[in-house]
C-alpha cells in the first residue's frame, strides 16, 4: 500500500499538446458528477439526524495500491499528511508524501471530497452520501457521525478552525456547521448578505439552479485571523470575517465555476477555477485582476510552500508555480498529464499532490532569479 516518489515536474514546452485536453480517466467525471448529474432536488428529499446512523456503515476496502487510486483531497494533521478519495480510501503519509499507507478503519466506501484537522489528532472528512466523518488519532480510524444519502447533496469540503467550530459545504449550498469537532451537526440555510462588492445579479443557464436549491459551494478556505472564503459554482465567491457566522458575496470577475481559493498574504487572495482561469485580488475580494496562466486545464488545488512559493495544480498534470508573491506564474506539466485534484507543501522545494493517480511527491524547480508569466 506504499507508493515511492513521483516524479519530477518539467517545464512544458511552448509547442507542447494543449494542456486542457482532458485524461480519458481522470477523477474529473467523479469530482464533477455532482454539478452535472444530480436528478433530484433537496426539497424533495429526507436528510438523516445530525450523528444518526440509518444503517450499518460498509467499511473501506483495504487495497495494496490504495495510495495509487484516485484522491480528491489532503490536509494536515500535524507533521502528517492525509489524503482521501474514492470508495472511502483513507492514505496517510508521516515523510511529507514519499511514501503512504492506508488508514485502519473509515466506515464508509462513498467518494470522498473533503478533509480538515484543527491540531495533530481530530480531523474531518466529508464526502457524497452526505457522510461525514470524525478522527480522534491523526486519520489512523474514522467514525462516522453523519449520513444523508436519500437528500442527494454530495458534501464537497469541510473547515475546522478553533474551538471545535466546523464547516461543511457542498451542493445546492448545502451548509452544515459543528461547535464539538464534528461529533453532531446542525443545518443552517447559506444566506450571504449581498454587500457592496457584490456584482450586479447575472442572467443565463446559472438561475435554474439556483432554484432548484442554491449554487454548488465547491471549496472553503481560511484567511487571517477570523477571515474564511468559499469559492462556488456560476461565478460566484463569498467571504466571512467572523469564522462563518455571517457571509458576504463578493464581486466575480467570472461567470464559471470557481473551484478553489487561496489566501496568500493579508488582502491578498487568489480565486482559480475553469479553462485556467485565474484571478487576483489586493483587497480581500473586492476587486480582482486576471493573471494570465497558459493554459485552459480546470485548476482545482493551490498551496503555499514554506519558502514562499505558490503552487496550483489541475487537470492534465498542469502545475502554475509562483515565486513573487502571486503576481506571475510559470506554467510546469507533469510528464503523464494525470489530472491533480489538491495539494499541499511538503518541504523545501517539493509538493505532495493527490488526483487522478493518487498521492505522491513532486521535486519542483528552484526559482528563477527572475519569474516570468506563461505565454
Not at 134 to 161: F, N
Request: aromatic share 6%.
Amino acid at each position: 500500500m506504499d507508493k515511492g516518489p513521483g516524479p519530477a515536474v518539467g517545464v512544458r514546452s511552448g509547442a507542447g499538446r494543449n494542456a486542457g485536453a482532458t485524461p480519458a480517466k481522470s477523477f474529473f467525471a467523479l469530482a464533477t458528477a455532482l454539478a452535472t448529474a444530480l436528478t433530484s432536488s433537496p426539497a424533495s428529499a429526507a436528510t438523516a439526524s445530525a450523528g444518526e446512523a440509518p444503517t450499518a456503515p460498509l467499511y473501506a476496502e483495504h487495497a495494496r495500491l490504495a495510495a495509487q487510486s484516485l484522491l480528491i483531497a489532503i490536509a494536515a494533521a500535524g507533521e502528517r499528511l492525509v489524503a482521501v478519495g474514492d470508495r472511502g480510501v483513507i492514505v496517510l503519509s508521516d515523510d511529507r508524501g514519499a511514501s503512504w499507507a492506508q488508514a485502519e478503519e473509515v466506515p464508509t466506501q462513498a467518494l470522498l471530497t473533503g478533509v480538515c484537522f484543527r491540531d495533530a489528532q481530530h480531523g474531518v472528512a466529508v464526502g457524497h452520501d452526505e457522510v461525514i466523518l470524525a478522527s480522534a488519532d491523526a486519520g489512523r480510524t474514522w467514525k462516522r457521525t453523519h449520513y444523508a444519502p436519500e437528500a442527494q447533496r454530495p458534501l464537497l469540503d469541510v473547515w475546522c478552525g478553533p474551538g471545535g467550530h466546523v464547516i461543511a459545504v457542498g451542493a445546492y449550498s448545502t451548509y452544515l456547521t459543528s461547535d464539538d469537532g464534528g461529533a453532531s451537526w446542525q443545518e443552517g440555510g447559506f444566506t450571504p448578505a449581498a454587500g457592496r462588492e457584490t456584482a450586479p445579479a447575472r442572467s443565463g443557464g446559472a438561475t435554474g439552479v439556483a432554484a432548484a436549491g442554491g449554487y454548488h459551494l465547491n471549496r472553503i478556505v481560511s484567511g487571517d485571523g477570523a477571515r474564511l472564503y468559499i469559492a462556488a459554482e456560476a461565478g460566484h465567491l463569498y467571504r466571512s470575517d467572523d469564522n462563518g457566522v455571517s457571509w458576504l458575496t463578493l464581486a466575480s470577475p467570472y461567470d464559471g465555476s470557481f473551484f478553489g481559493v487561496l489566501p496568500v498574504a493579508g488582502q491578498v487572495v487568489l480565486a482559480f477555477g475553469l479553462r485556467g482561469n485565474l484571478y487576483r485580488s489586493e483587497d480581500a475580494g473586492s476587486s480582482w485582476r486576471r493573471i494570465e496562466t497558459g493554459t485552459v486545464a480546470m485548476l482545482d488545488g493551490a498551496a503555499r510552500l514554506d519558502d514562499g512559493t505558490v503552487a496550483l495544480v489541475g487537470l492534465a498534470g498542469v502545475v502554475l508555480l509562483s515565486h513573487d508573491g502571486a503576481r506571475s506564474f510559470t506554467l510546469l506539466q507533469l510528464a503523464d498529464r494525470a489530472g491533480l485534484a489538491a495539494a499541499r507543501g511538503a518541504g523545501n522545494l517539493h509538493l505532495a499532490v493527490v488526483g487522478e493517480n493518487g498521492a505522491r511527491r513532486l521535486a519542483l524547480e528552484a526559482p528563477a532569479a527572475t519569474d516570468r508569466s506563461a505565454r
